[in-house]
């Protein structure tokens, strides 16, 4: 028996493909995100080369409305006008589409263990890359997650020639460097649900812990990652697989950085908010002729 933990992300992903009209070049970047999170829609613009770029939109699964429609070109061009940093990548003077809408499902966190109980469940064969530890896309890992994992292998083929004894070894190390990722990713996925739900649920309230904890998060960590480089730098680190994701934030220093913009407040660090993304739900699905009350109903009636 081959232990798996399986669950879903929670969301879905759609994409299409523009380009560049000739003569034409990338819109200044200005304050406006051309990436963002709105809760109930995450979306991001892709530059490639020869003008050739592409929008993708997340949508959370429970929000069945906005999944049907986005589908149509139509639909997924009108969302991307709603979003200040997006809408002029698709000005059609500036840029023409270049295919249909495409849809991406089925994402799951899964992490296998080969070696239950520190035992090798299986000799002779190792699972590197996806079929060892699969994660969203979202947070772009995956291709580290296989580098890493190569790695390991390697060395635990060089380490021994037992079967078992290899196994075991390269299960360790990919548990020891990857897992504590898996971990932050499937928690982050599992925050982005409860959020997405939350927004489908009219009164719904966080209670006092999670306000402190969203309040230190938004108000605190993000502010202070974008007020100091140098926390940034440390933040980066950890985002970029080079130390345990949550390292830098257990250094005494940086966490007294972080309480010290938590504490001056929103006023005082007005400056480092990102502006708004995009619409709020309810005016998004009204302007897209869409029921914002349809899901919400769905959800009730569960
Ligand atoms: C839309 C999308 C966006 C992503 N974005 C990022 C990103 O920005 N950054 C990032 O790091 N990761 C990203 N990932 C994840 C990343 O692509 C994967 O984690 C990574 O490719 C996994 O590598 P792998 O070698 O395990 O598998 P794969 O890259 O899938 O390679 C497996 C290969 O095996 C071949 N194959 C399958 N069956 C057989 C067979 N029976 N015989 C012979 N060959 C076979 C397949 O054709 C394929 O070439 C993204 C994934 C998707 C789907």
Redesign the pocket.
Known sequence: MIPQEVEDSGVL?FTRHYRLRPGQEEPPRGKTPATGDLDYLKFGVFPGDNGCFSITLCLPDVEEELRRAIVKPEVFDAICRALPGVEPWIDPERTEPMSRVFG?GDLLSRWTDFTPGGRAAVLGFFA????LA?TN?LY???????AVGATALREALDATPDPAERLVRYQARATAELKPYYLVMRDADRTAMRRARRALTPGARLNLRQRITKSFLDDGVAIAIRSDPDLMRAFLRGFHMLEHPQAWLKRPGNLAKILGYWARGRKANAEAYRPTGGPERREMLERLGLSPDADVERLKAA
């Open positions: 992903y991406m590197v890359g996806d079929s699969r896309p772009g890992r995956g291709c580290s997650f296989a």
